[in-house]
């Protein structure tokens, strides 16, 4: 090879041609993807995302939490997912839709994340689980702080034990907008696409 | 009893001669930040089996961690580390000395420095959790730019070389220096700057991840293995008439593989379809590479040991890519240790162990004298290959393990962690080694490069075995 | 015995010059070499038509068409519109309890008020002849009516057709789809088709009488 304006065409080739197909490609079919709307339900989904759960989805990328945490679920047929109650149908693109920057992780270190508000979680309990950690899940104490109590018990204060007499804990404003968040982690709906996912895989069963 | 080798004038050339410091600079920094990954991947490794150690450290937390380790490693030490070999071999091959010196020693300085500013900003604000783009965006225009000015001494070396035939080793150093800024700047106009709707920032992350290492660290490393393999071992490459057609096939079928670990997920089917398919079409990129570089399998040099070890991991990398994007055998390995082992393959395998072989092969005619101290280097190779094939293998089967047991709903993620404590114990030892002997040619190199440069003639004498005669 | 070599240096076999000169002839690029053009071994031949049949075959097969909404790579999207069916019960329910609707003067259990507005629940009407409600709905009722034995005349039932609320055919079907076998009602279901056929035939008219209707079979 000696001609030097070939060999950069076609570098540019080689990125433009795959830029096209799978970035334009891409974004052409669910760029503008919007909500469905339900005549049954007479409502849209998905539902739009909070104000707290955006605040809270910066923490979740703050930490990296996607390093340990996926929030896709996959298709019945493909591994276990919904033997382990992390959703009833494969996730599909217009589920995230309204998130600013959908965190679909690439790590299964702890359990998939993407219906958690659809499970038997509260929001005391997720807490706890922040600032205690358990099992491969590190402590996040540093999402909390550790206060005198003033006269009596803050209705904020966290229940754990291991906390000197006379101090609480309370959870940051980034440990709540957290926990906001992960609460709003829900897709209940059954949308047209996903219906189409779920009968393939039973057929080919 | 070693035997001492005999130097030839040619070795240091003036594109040593007028190029040494920013060159030098580049692989120097290189070394500094895989010490420095190096250290940030052994704490997030360490983490992985002990969730509290550091824990309480916000800098440390394990997803930081993580994305500080891969950005230092990543950005740190295969980028210095691939373009100051390719500036090196563009240099050498054009025949003429490094035109831009000055640009490369800046555009180095700014690099650099903007990496670390970047890596602070993560470490204290939190990363961007985009794989392979953790940093920032101010920090990465910084680098484009820093990119740019090292990119021009390679280009202003291509362009002002005396044959006008080029060799493979150019065409991939070229491609290398082109590709990245476009790959960067677009993926970061979607995902940062202008970010795309929901699941296509997943789509262009996965498109810009493997171009990184498709169009960028894989050309890096096969310019340095092209040309380190027949210098070393004096022959021309066997069936070399088909190397147009591996370098074509893996630029052109590369960056296609984005998908890869999108498969299943939330995006139209085509998307992951595209990419097993061109995981598999790849492979014959891969066939070629391995027909051209087997004469390092030869060995001889510790040099060229590591390059043959490098090329068996790249190798075996495309394999196990391919074979694992099928469904059959993602349904076990995706979003287990093992696509880390992959990963890790790739980086710490291939790239990281040319990268060393090269090195190894550059410094003394950079510097003008050879390797300090040879037990050193001994160490490190040793350390090297049994680091991270313990890396590699272990978290290959901590996935596995972690695989098959996501795939039973009987198992809790308590039991998936005990059963994969013990082999995330052997890829912290392996991390550990790595470090080690990473840290032993990092003393290595500034015993070597510490000393006065000599200049001129005196440089080839310095080479020549003892007593010999001039 | 061979010795290992010093692994502080290693000596370069080739000058780059040799190096370049030797890969381009390789090339078949030299200008005064006759061009050295080898056909590609059969075993490189092979693998590459091998890795185009099954790229082919794989794509064929598990693109799902290329389509958006193909999620399932086992799946082909699904010709013409994907028509989501909706439960008429349920949606004529939601349609019945819509403030404003029907719930607000027939109550949610279909009580209706007495003397005011008629009962749904076992009304000889609502179970009556399907022609007769959809005019109904279509057109309002005005005057007395008779319902389960008592009088009902001094509200006027609005329109929900054209002329009032405007609802199209389907909500007008699920609503009294709903209605026929709520609270024990046993009257069949409606179809849209149905509507469309009252409406079509009597057009546009005022609010129907209780005379009006009866003559309906």
Known sequence: MRNGAILFLGLFAALALSWAGIVVGSSDQLGRLAPYYDEGEGASFPAGFPGIAVRGEQVYRDLNCASCHTQQVRRAGYGNDEARGWGTRQSVARDYIFQPAAQLGAARIGPDLANLGQRKVDREGLLRLLYSGRGAMPAYAFLFEKERIQGQLSSHALDVSGVEPGWQVVATPRAEALVSYLLSLSSPYDYPEAKAAASAGEEKK | MTQTASASPEDVTAVEIHGRLPLLFLLGSSLLWLVLGGLLALVAGIQLHAPGFLAGCPVLSHGRAEALAESALVYGWLANAGLGLSLWILGRLGGEPLRAANWVGVGALFWNAALLYGICLVAVDGATAIPLAELPRGAQILMVFAYAAIGVGGVLAWTGRRRPAMYASQ????????????????????????????????????????????????????????????????????AYEFAPLGFWCLLFVGAWTG???????????????????????????????????????????????????????????????????????????????????????????????????????????????????????????????????????????????????????????????????GWLLAASAGQALLLFGNFLLLVNFIKSTACPFYAGDRVAQSLRPAGASA | MSASPDPRFTPAAQSDEALLEAHEKLLGRQPDSGGHYSLMPLGLLFLFSGLILFAATYLNRYSGHYAPTVFNENSVPSSGEAEVKVDPVAMGKRLFNTPGACVQCHQAAGTGMPGVYPPLAGSEWAQGPADRVIHILLY??????????????????????????????????????????????????????????????????????????????
């Open chain 3, 140 to 217: 309002g009722l005005q005057g007395p009516i008779t319902v389960e034995g008592k009088s009902f005349g001094t509200a006027v039932m609005p329109a929900f057709g054209s002329a009032g609320f405007n609802w199209s055919d389907d909500k007008i079907a699920a609503v009294l789809t709903y209605v026929r076998q709520e609270w024990g009602n046993k009257g069949g279901p409606i179809t849209a088709d149905q509507v469309q056929a009252v409406r079509s035939k009597a057009g546009n008219r005022a609010a129907m009488t209780a005379a009006e209707l009866e003559a309906i079979k």
């Open chain 2, 171 to 238: 065409w991939y150093a070229v491609a290398a220096l082109f590709l990245f800024p476009w790959l960067s700047c677009a993926a970061q106009a979607l995902l940062v700057w202008s970010p795309a709707r929901g699941v296509l920032q997943a789509v262009v992350a996965g498109w810009y991840g493997q171009g990184v290492w498709t169009l960028w660290l894989a050309p890096l490393t096969l310019a340095a293995a092209y040309y380190v393999v027949p210098k070393s071992t004096g022959k021309s490459l066997p």
């Open chain 2, 259 to 421: 998908g890869r670990h999108l498969i299943g997920g939330p995006v139209p089917a085509w998307i992951g379809s595209i990419a097993i398919v061109a995981c598999f079409l790849i492979l014959f990129h891969y066939v070629i590479v391995g027909l051209n570089l087997r004469g390092a399998f030869a060995g001889g040099s510790a040099a060229l040991r590591l390059v043959s070890l490098g090329l068996l991991a790249y190798l075996l990398g495309g394999l196990v890519a391919a074979v694992t994007s099928l469904h059959g055998i993602s349904e076990v390995t995706q979003f287990t240790y093992f696509d880390e082992a992959e990963r890790q393959l790739a980086f710490a395998g291939a790239a990281s162990l040319t990268f060393f072989g090269a090195i190894y092969y550059a410094v003394p005619r950079l510097t003008g004298r050879p390797w300090a101290w040879s037990g050193l280097v001994r160490l490190h190779v040793g350390l090297a290959i049994l680091g991270t094939l313990l890396l590699v293998v272990a978290l290959a089967g901590a996935g596995l393990a972690q695989g098959s047991d996501l795939n039973n709903p009987a198992f809790s993620f308590a039991m998936i962690a005990a059963d994969t404590r």
